[in-house]
């Protein structure tokens, strides 16, 4: 369907004409674009959604930007952008991600752009390998951060809990600093090498890429079924027998050697204030 108007009764009438297409190609140029920009933004924005495809030919760097900032006010969507030349450079810093590409009109795209690539075919590779990998390693490293510090906080409040609730941390100084950074880096790196299946298989399949598109990684009723079920397995075990007698071993074998130490200080050192109280 090609939407050419020059006024707004036009741009009404043509608007009303599309409505009634189904399944079919919306082309616009850049002068028409304007119009319906101008009087019927949201309604020209709506409809073009539901097209399969859209082809805005002639138009200016702003028209491009414009666009770009509409879809993601009225879809709510992130948006990508891809282009080659100078005049693209505005629509790739507009959109979520921008995609440049090196070619015959220079790098001014490749430069702005947050991927650079120098064919247009590398975008499949870029998306459905590398980025399904760079989507499910994001989502597992955020499991990973969350749920270490699930199990440092939770130790932390049964410690308080045991001893009365004193001020007291659980780890002191350096230890703390080295969970958070030398003891538990290896799991991270090791997300690096994490690959489910070959970018051949990757490639082939699109739907494995659309799969992670519906949260399934991450989720928060997951996330929240998870959490619940740990605080539940915490309770059962703290009120069993097996948590207090390792809890009073742990304590008896920690305190004892103090008290042992400062007996036989009192004992063969004693205070000049012992003296009087005998």
């Known amino acids: 369907f090609l939407l050419k108007v020059s006024s707004r009764s036009e741009a009404h009438l043509e608007l009303n004409a599309f409505r009634r297409k189904h399944d079919c190609t919306l082309v616009i140029a850049g002068d028409s674009l304007e119009v319906c920009l101008k009087y019927y933004e949201h309604e020209f924005v709506e409809l073009a959604c539901q097209c399969p495809a ?81 989507y499910k390693r994001s989502a597992a490293l955020g499991q990973f951060v969350i749920h270490r510090g699930l199990i440092i ?72 079924i998870w959490v619940l079920i740990s605080i539940y397995q915490d309770v059962a075990f703290i009120t069993t027998l097996a948590f207090l007698w390792k809890v009073s071993a742990i304590t008896v074998v920690s305190c004892l050697p103090l008290y042992i130490l400062k007996y036989l200080k009192r004992k063969f050192s004693p205070p000049s204030y012992s003296k009087l109280s005998s």
Not at 56 to 62: K, N, V, W
Not at 80 to 87: L, P, Q, R, S, V
Not at 105 to 112: D, N, V, W
Not at 156 to 183: D, E, H, N
């Open 54 to 134: 859209v082809v805005c030919c002639r138009c200016s760097p702003t028209q491009k930007a414009q666009i770009v900032k509409l879809l993601q006010q009225h879809t709510g969507k992130r948006t990508c952008a891809i282009g080659d030349g100078g005049n693209d450079v505005s629509m790739i810093q507009a959109a979520d991600c921008g995609i440049g590409i090196e070619g015959k009109e220079g790098k001014q795209a490749s430069l702005a752009a947050d991927f650079s690539i120098t064919q247009f075919k590398h975008i499949g590779r870029l998306l459905m390998v590398h980025g399904r990998n760079s």
């Open 153 to 224: 906080s939770t130790m932390q409040a049964v410690f308080s809990s045991v001893f009365y609730f004193a001020s007291v941390p659980l780890y002191q100084g350096f230890l703390m600093v080295g969970y958070a950074t030398i003891y538990t880096m290896f799991p991270v790196f090791s997300l690096v090498l994490d690959q489910d299946v070959k970018p051949e298989t990757a490639l082939l399949y699109p739907e494995l890429y659309k799969d992670l598109t519906k949260g399934r990684s991450l989720s928060f009723k997951t996330f929240l």
